[in-house]
């Protein structure tokens, strides 16, 4: 008998009512495959956290957190709550103290899902974004000065050290060697940037002798958004900074049909630590409570961290469960055009687990 302990932190706005959500489907499950537990253990930080206490989350919060197998969590943000607060006060602070240095986001157009490119079939879309998640540009180093005078000045200082380098591009070179391709796009923009940038791609020539059976090729940012759009087959892993990433990566979710659909997992490769995995879409206050959220996305990534924990057929059960009901338009949320209520998914996916 496995028993895995989850954190599960649903966060604000939509999280509240996609994680309860993905914890029945997990729990079901786990009655199919009676040797798997799931322990889940709730915590209530956020938005309200931080108007009762000051705080998103406690001072010794990564204490709780420590000895569980994996964290699942919802969303952070807050209308009222300036949006760095939010970020800093409680993901981030997650992702740098387990130094989750890589943040991995798989898409596919999943079958039923119409995609915004016109001409483009789902097997010609199969991409996985790994994101360099613990410097570059959203390293935290900065500030600001003079605040209130004309002469106010500020700075985010974007920085890349050869170890984190290093770590996120043999990670993504492992990763893409692993799928049917072999196949890397490594995402620069060292024709502007040019120390950092240009570590970054000597690093990527570097890493890739280690890897003889895996063919790479680089592509400055801006020309991505372009070949993500007019030529997406030519693409499968892609590997890229902080900021970079996010951008692609949003690009890439509105590509495959809709942000309510994507899945993300902040991955500590070595496990030193508890990896955390969650949609990629934000709190969305304005469906929020009505039960329209789309839960899709958090179930995917519950299949992403049932494959890390090791649980392989139950996540690839679970995704099975997934493809077959966005198949289906009647159960379709309305983000991807349905009337569908978030309900209407989670029983339909669980049912077709429990089948
Ligand atoms: P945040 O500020 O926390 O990033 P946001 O509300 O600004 O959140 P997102 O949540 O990322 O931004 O999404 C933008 C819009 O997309 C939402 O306002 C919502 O209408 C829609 N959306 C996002 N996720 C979902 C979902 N899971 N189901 C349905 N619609 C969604």
């Known amino acids: 008998m496995k028993r895995y302990k989850i954190a599960s932190i649903p966060g604000d706005g939509i999280g509240k009512e996609v994680i309860p959500e993905c914890e029945k489907v997990l729990k079901a499950l786990s009655k199919k495959y009676s040797e798997v537990t799931f322990e889940f253990e709730r915590f209530d930080w956020g938005g309200d956290y931080y108007r009762k206490h000051g705080v998103m989350m406690p001072e010794d919060g990564l204490d709780s957190l420590r000895s569980k197998d994996a964290i699942l969590f919802g969303s952070a943000g807050d209308p009222k709550i300036p949006d760095h607060i939010t970020l800093w006060g409680l993901r981030l602070k997650i992702c740098q103290g387990f130094d989750q240095y890589a943040n991995v986001r798989p898409t596919r157009i999943l079958p ?201 057929s139950m996540g690839a059960q679970l995704m099975q469960a997934i493809e077959k009901v966005t198949a289906d338009p009647r159960l379709h949320t309305r983000d991807l055009g349905g009337a569908a209520m978030m309900s209407d998914v989670t029983n339909a996916v669980i049912k077709e687990i429990l089948q």
């Open 112 to 312: 039923g899902i119409e995609s915004p490119l016109r001409n483009c079939k789902s097997n010609q879309l199969d991409w996985v974004i790994v994101r360099e998640n613990s410097e570059g540009e959203y390293s935290g180093l900065g500030g600001r000065a003079h605040q209130g005078h004309p002469i106010e000045v500020a700075s985010d200082m974007s920085i890349l050290t050869r170890v984190g380098v290093e770590r996120i591009q043999r990670y993504a070179f492992k990763l893409a060697q692993a799928r049917p391709r072999k196949h890397i796009t490594v995402i620069t923009k060292s024709n502007a940037q040019r120390h950092a940038m240009v570590m970054w791609d000597e690093i990527a020539a570097q890493i890739a002798t280690e890897f003889p059976d895996v063919t790479w090729d680089k592509e400055l940012v801006d020309a991505a958004t372009a070949r993500m759009v007019n030529h997406p087959q030519s693409l499968d892993t892609i590997v890229a900074t902080n900021l970079h990433a996010d951008v692609l990566s949003d690009l890439a979710a509105a590509l495959a049909g809709s942000l309510g659909i994507a899945p993300t997992g902040n991955i500590d490769p070595e496990c030193r630590y508890p990896s955390m995995f969650e949609p990629i879409h934000g709190s969305a206050f304005d469906i929020m409570g009505k039960g329209l959220a789309n839960p899709i996305g958090t179930f995917w990534s519950a299949v992403m961290m049932l494959d890390f924990l090791g649980e392989k």
